[in-house]
């Protein structure tokens, strides 16, 4: 099978072409660096010119009111070259609980990202997954100096990269679904039970404060980024820490 994999050079889809390469696949990246431009549209005729899959693993290169427009465009170009070479199958990966978090503009962009691919005519899969661990750092960050670490006690269920890339390879391969299939981690932590347990690991002198206030995840309400009922990976956090 021909994939095409647009974004095939980041954290998940370069894991994701090798995945699907070594069951025997012909999967493909396409990055800006091998010369594609989801907004403007350039190469990506070529890019998934014969393929039977397009996996598209693009992101915003904001979180901000700017991210609607990107999808948009990129969605709408994609797909247009998806028509036009006959791909018989589009995925994409989404969040779980984005459509339960109207108040981030970010998340109401991936809703309308879904929304443009179910409506675009071409046999379709959403992969939604929880949170990553790679992205914890940066979740850190975000409200962190040099004492302190502040974070709401909002529940996530971190996921690693590599299990995020297997479930959207086999999901690539597999039939379409027409519908949506969460994934996550095995483990359920507030927000900032796993501030604490990360900087303990990695012997951090600095204190997590609980703040309903702090960062993007204290506008989420409830556990609405979780889901237990998901398609569970196997790497626990304190495992992938190690």
């Not at 991936?110 to 914890?136: C, H, N, W």
């Not at 969460?182 to 997590?208: K, M, Q, S, W, Y």
């Not at 404060?209 to 979780?226: I, K, S, Y």
């Amino acid at each position: 099978m021909k994939i095409a994999v647009i974004g095939g050079t980041g954290l998940i889809g370069s894991q994701v072409v090798q995945n699907l390469n070594s069951a025997g696949h012909e999967a493909v990246p396409h990055s800006k660096s091998t010369g594609i431009d989801i907004i403007s549209g350039q190469g990506l005729e070529q890019a998934v010119a014969g393929a039977d899959v397009v996996v598209n693993l693009t992101n915003s290169p904001t979180f901000d009111e700017a991210s609607p427009a990107f999808f948009r465009t990129s969605m709408d170009n994609l797909l247009a070259a998806a028509h036009k070479g006959g791909a018989g199958h589009f995925v994409i990966l989404s969040i779980v609980g984005v459509d339960r978090v109207p108040q981030l503009d970010y998340y109401r962009a991936k809703v309308l990202q879904e929304d443009i691919l179910k409506t675009g005519g071409i046999p379709y899969s959403i992969v939604r997954a929880t949170q990553f661990m790679e992205f914890i750092d940066s979740v850190l960050s975000w409200t962190a100096d040099d004492d302190t670490v502040r974070l709401p006690a909002t529940p996530i269920q971190p996921i690693a990269a590599k299990d995020v890339a297997h479930a959207v390879a086999e999901v690539a391969a597999g039939a379409p679904l027409n519908g949506v299939r969460n994934i996550g981690g095995p483990e359920v932590f507030h927000l900032d039970e796993l501030g604490r347990i990360t900087l303990t690991h990695r012997a951090d002198p600095r204190t997590v404060v609980t703040d309903p206030a702090a960062g993007m995840f204290a506008a989420v309400e409830g556990d609405v980024l979780t889901d237990t009922n998901a398609h569970l990976s196997p790497t626990r956090y304190t495992d992938w820490l190690s």
